[in-house]
């Protein structure tokens, strides 16, 4: 009989166990699944600041950058601005056409 009872008490402990359980994964989905929510809203917030980041920086490195490769882009340049002068030294101005 002491078997018995202890098998009883056994499958009680059991059943709270898995009751408590049950909770606790529910608990665990919840909070994970909130998690989840606010942890890709902060992806998404963090993103947004690192973009504005990195456009920040690039303000700053761009025109440095450029003035370090204007004496290796200086012959490029030139030369571009020669074939435009050319070409608009070379064009005629367009007609204009006045109405009465």
Do not use: C, T, Y
């Not at 909130?34 to 920040?56: E, H, N, R, T, Y």
Request: hydrophobic content about 70%.
């Amino acid at each position: 009989m002491i078997e018995l009872g202890l098998l009883g008490l056994a499958v009680v402990i059991g059943v709270f166990w898995l009751i408590a359980a049950v909770i606790g994964g529910l608990f665990k989905l919840i909070f994970g699944l909130f998690g989840a929510i606010f942890g890709a809203f902060g992806a998404l917030l963090g993103g947004m600041f690192s973009i504005l980041g990195a456009g920040i920086a690039a303000l700053v490195l761009v025109p440095i950058l450029a003035l370090a490769l204007l004496p290796v882009l200086l012959p490029v340049l030139l030369l571009g601005g020669f074939v435009w002068l050319i070409v608009h030294l070379v064009r005629r101005p367009a007609p204009v056409v006045v109405r009465h």
